[in-house]
């Protein structure tokens, strides 16, 4: 079984690529702040919002599944509220995402089961800007 820290550290090293779901276009929303500051540090940001055509730059797309249509999505960079990251979960699992990182306040245990039962990372209630800084 992987743990959490070996999960993060696997993330940083390997994805570039992520996929934020619930992307705000909003500067003062904590996904933009986060989103802005990967994509500073060199990250491919994927904005996923239904009610968002652009942010940072960026083509914003209404489903993970839609934008998996257009990008190669190594990371799944989740801002919803716990209860609604199951179907996320099950989204990254079947486009083949790598990670699925759950923000500060984010955690689903059955959503974290699933994706680590099919492979993939999983990071639970951390903030993916805050652990690429410790890096």
Known sequence: ??????SIAAIL???????????????HRDSYDVARA?????WRIIPV???ATQVLGEPAYPSLLEAARHERIELVNVFRNSHEVLPVAQEAVAIGAKGLWLQLGVENEQAAQLASAAGLWVVQNRCLKVEWARR
Request: proline share 10%.
């Open 13 to 27: 090293a390997n994805c570039r690529t992520v996929a934020v779901v619930g992307l705000s276009p909003k500067p």
């Open 38 to 42: 990967m994509q500073a540090q060199g």
């Open 1 to 6: 079984m992987v743990t959490e820290a070996q």
């Open 49 to 51: 919002n239904p009610n």
